[in-house]
């Protein structure tokens, strides 16, 4: 390959080397990181989308107190402006003793006593949000929180933003998605309630999720996003069942069920027609209902088969910015008869299974990683897209029409596919 | 307490000055953290970026390189960039990783340049000191590591040199091409802006600049470097004004204002209000250097030692950037004239003018 090259290597190559020889060039930590605009939610998932900062005010009326160095906090300027954050981030910064000595946590206690009475109305709760000083200092934070709760009089919460142990057995947006659930209290179930944990913003309003759930008696459905207030929030405690999204919700669904007592079923967001069926049979057979998603399926085929005769030869470049994992997502369009000729992805065990299947469907598809210093000279003009999807991918061909696909609001099942295509057909 | 922001919200940090003056120097930049500080610095704190993004990395340190203190590996990350780049030299930018380890920057550099058979210039930014400070230290890098005389053997002339031109300190992105304008109608044939358009080629002629000006406090203390070892002389003086605030201050005359800005570009309002018989106060969370600084002007430390300055300080005016409008009761000046601090709001001037 040329010095001066972009790397990637074929879907075909990459599964032949197997999980245990995936190149140095796609492991983050064997070369520098690369920062172009496709990477900016890898770097810095505080400044787009949900970082640790805006999820960990998913809890109504929390406040919060973010402990560290100010360019750690420089960028939530930016959040402070959009409506429901302006006025809710506080911050107590550490200076170069502080973060040698530690001094800082004897001042925190008083921080969050000086902004809950500041605050008004009350906050429900306090989070504090403390970054990779305190990681290395070995902060005990939970006991720091105890202290600081029973000066100001209102529960405070740590939230872990430790960049440093992303890639590690708890990163923190698992942390973080434990923690919003922290404060829930065991209490009365209710047959008919059941959660969705996995986002911090809903899912869209017209996923099928929510009518399979009330068609099996399910008379309300909890999501934190969707929670008025600190007491709709606490009923989340009254929940038969967890229903998880996201695997990154885990953590979380375990806690639950370890301190509540909620079991929970795990869901994974695809977008292969028969695997969205087969995974609200395994559903159905999980709570032993039989679950009828046959006019959901017919109408998705329709659209589908339509959209077909509308566009027939269309070829994609799929980014990791997105609501989708992106090799899922590429076996998903190459089933439905296109060419996906680029991925730019992340290569982990958990999408390495996608990739086999991918090697036997378009072994030739391009596997890049944002994250290269060599995407430095990647050329568009090497592989065609007629489109793109993802935020990052419409940063390499920027004269495709691109589909974000990275909306707050969740797209889910066949409602997320057709959504999904329809989007696509307008950006064509 | 001091430390506690209850309505500001944090400045730009030192890491993003620094990486600001080396923006065009056609470098490897490299800064030393886990990836959050170069999101902020490439998402929020450099606005160039997304118009024409340049080659910063990060370290992606992880929490074993810390504990570990694995400079090697990160000089190995480097070198291959280095194989596979045309530049001529690489920045390491610290932030508070490296700070909390106590990460030997000399070594680092030592080790890093035998390794890449480069020269490496490092910041120690600690990301808890403000953007002027990191730019002051990469300033000070880069012409004690770059600039020399060899324009006087290569016979060019009529050099001037600016100082202190980020969007951090000058709230644009192109103000540099209005600034080089500037200076170009007073008769010099090359206008350097150091931070912006300037690149290494230009540094290396630092040394036989005719003069110096130093736009923004930040620029200062390379100035005094170039004039001991060159003989440069220099001139603090800030070239633009925001089109808004020219506008405002035509109809000010014998007002009490108070300006809160970078200390050199407030110290050009005031003059111009000073004419007009205005008392004027020049206030600033960032440096703010001796050789312009009256009595009665204030060093801010803390949200409070702001909230008191202007609700107790009588002015008519405050001319500011928006964001400290938050902080203040609306009544305690009569009118607010917004002059936009990238450094500290985030936002761009929108239009700008020569003074």
Sequence with gaps: ?428 | MKGLLKVLSPFAPDQSGAAAVFYDMGCITVICDAGGCTGNVCGFDEPRWFRNAKPIFSAGLRDMDAILGRDDRLVDKLRLVAEKTDADFAAIIGTPVPAVIATDFRALKRLAEKRCGMPVVTCECTGTRLYDIGEEEAYMQLVKTFADTSAEASGKSGILGVLGVTPLNISSIDGDELIRQHYKSQGYDEVYCYGMGAGLDELKLAGCAEKNIVIAPSGLKAARYLEKKFGTPYELHYPLMPVNVAEAIKGIENARVCIIHQQIAAEAVRQQLEQKGCDVTVASFFEMKKDLRRAQDVALETEEDYQKLIEEGGFDYVIADQLFRRAVAADCYKEWIPMTHFAVSGKLEEAQCAL
């Design chain 1, 1 to 428: 390959m040329d010095n001066k090259q972009a790397y990637y290597i074929s879907a075909k190559d990459l599964a032949a080397r197997g999980l245990d020889n995936i190149p140095d060039q796609l492991q983050s930590s064997k070369h520098l990181i690369y920062s172009s605009p496709a990477t900016l939610s890898f770097n810095s998932p505080g400044a787009q989308g949900f970082g640790v900062k805006r999820a960990g005010l998913a809890v109504p009326g929390s406040v919060m107190l973010l402990v560290a160095p100010g360019c750690c906090g420089r960028n939530t300027t930016m959040l402070a402006e959009l409506g429901d954050y302006a006025d809710r981030f506080y911050y107590l910064l550490q200076d170069d003793t502080d973060i040698i000595t530690g001094r800082h946590l004897n001042r925190i206690p008083e921080a969050v006593r000086e902004v809950v009475e500041f605050h008004n109305p009350k906050p429900s709760c306090v989070m504090i949000c403390i970054t990779c000083v305190d990681a290395l200092l070995g902060t005990d934070m939970d006991r720091v929180c105890r202290k600081a709760s029973a000066v100001a009089g209102v529960p405070v919460l740590p939230c872990y933003m430790y960049a440093l142990t992303r890639e590690g057995r708890v990163p923190p947006m698992t942390a973080v998605r434990k923690t919003v659930y922290a404060l829930l209290e065991k209490r009365k179930k209710k047959s008919t309630t059941v959660n969705i944990l996995g986002q911090f913003a809903p899912y869209m309003d017209n996923c099928e999720l929510y009518d399979i759930l009330h068609n099996l008696g399910v008379k309300k459905i909890n999501e934190i996003s969707r929670c008025a207030d600190f007491e709709e929030y606490m009923g989340m405690a009254e929940a038969n069942f967890n229903l998880v999204l996201n695997p990154e919700t885990r953590l979380a669904a375990e806690d639950i069920a370890k301190r509540l007592e909620i079991p929970s079923i795990e869901l994974t967001r695809q977008y292969r027609l028969d695997k969205i069926h087969k995974q609200y049979q395994l559903l159905g057979g999980a709570l032993g209902v039989n679950i009828d998603d046959s006019r959901w399926m017919k109408e998705t085929e329709e659209y589908i088969d339509g959209f077909r005769e509308r566009h027939p030869d269309l070829e994609f470049a799929i980014g990791e910015c997105l609501n989708a994992d992106s090799f899922e997502l590429a076996l998903a369009l190459i089933g439905y008869g296109y060419k996906v000729n680029e991925i730019y992805g992340t290569v982990s065990g958990e999408n390495f299974p996608y990739i086999r299947q991918l090697a036997k469907v378009s072994p030739e598809t391009r596997i890049y990683t944002n994250l290269e210093p060599t995407m430095l000279y990647y050329d568009c003009s090497e592989c065609k897209a007629d489109i793109t999807i993802g935020k990052d991918a419409e940063y390499y061909h920027p004269d495709a029409p691109n589909v974000p696909w990275n909306r707050e609001v969740q797209p889910f099942g066949y409602a997320g596919l057709r959504t999904l295509l329809e989007e696509i057909e307008e950006a064509i």
